[in-house]
Structures are given as structure tokens and as C-alpha cells.
């Protein structure tokens, strides 16, 4: 799991925009608990970054995507 997306969740869950139904707190003490292993954000991807193209403008959205291409992962998403 990206860190780009708990950071995404924290945002929308500081402006009300997303209802868990669980704290924050919890949320990363079950990532923590079910050894979910966090990706950070390294320059390797925000130079992949640098070079996507610009199809939107959700920053969250397109450092994921950065990562998955350098880190040969697959994006799932629902939205």
C-alpha cells in the first residue's frame, strides 16, 4: 500500500470528505497489525512522476500510478 494513500485518507478524513467508521489511529494499527507493507516515496518515484503525462490533476492519484510503474506493481483502485 502506497503512503500516498493513508496520507489521502488522513486529508479526507480531517475534512470530513471520507467516514471510515474507525479512527485514524485504528486504521493504522490494523495496517500495522495485518503487516501491510507501506511504500514510501522515494525520488525514484517522483521522477516517474516528472515524466506522466498529464490525463488529471489528483497529485494522490499520479504518485501512486509513479510508483506502480517504477516498482512494477499493479494500481487497484475504485475509483
Given at each position: 500500500?502506497?503512503?500516498?494513500?493513508?496520507?489521502?485518507?488522513t486529508i479526507k478524513l480531517q475534512n470530513?470528505?471520507?467516514d471510515l467508521g474507525i479512527s485514524?489511529?485504528?486504521?493504522?494499527e490494523f495496517v500495522d497489525q495485518n503487516q501491510i507493507e507501506i511504500?514510501?516515496?522515494n525520488f525514484e518515484h517522483l521522477l516517474?512522476?516528472?515524466n506522466l503525462p498529464v490525463h488529471?490533476?489528483?497529485?494522490?492519484?499520479?504518485l501512486i500510478i509513479a510508483q506502480a510503474?517504477?516498482?512494477n506493481l499493479?494500481?487497484?483502485t475504485r475509483d
Amino acid at each position: 500500500m502506497s503512503a500516498v494513500s493513508l496520507w489521502e485518507v488522513t486529508i479526507k478524513l480531517q475534512n470530513s470528505k471520507l467516514d471510515l467508521g474507525i479512527s485514524l489511529k485504528d486504521l493504522f494499527e490494523f495496517v500495522d497489525q495485518n503487516q501491510i507493507e507501506i511504500i514510501p516515496i522515494n525520488f525514484e518515484h517522483l521522477l516517474q512522476l516528472s515524466n506522466l503525462p498529464v490525463h488529471h490533476n489528483n497529485p494522490f492519484d499520479r504518485l501512486i500510478i509513479a510508483q506502480a510503474i517504477s516498482e512494477n506493481l499493479v494500481v487497484i483502485t475504485r475509483d
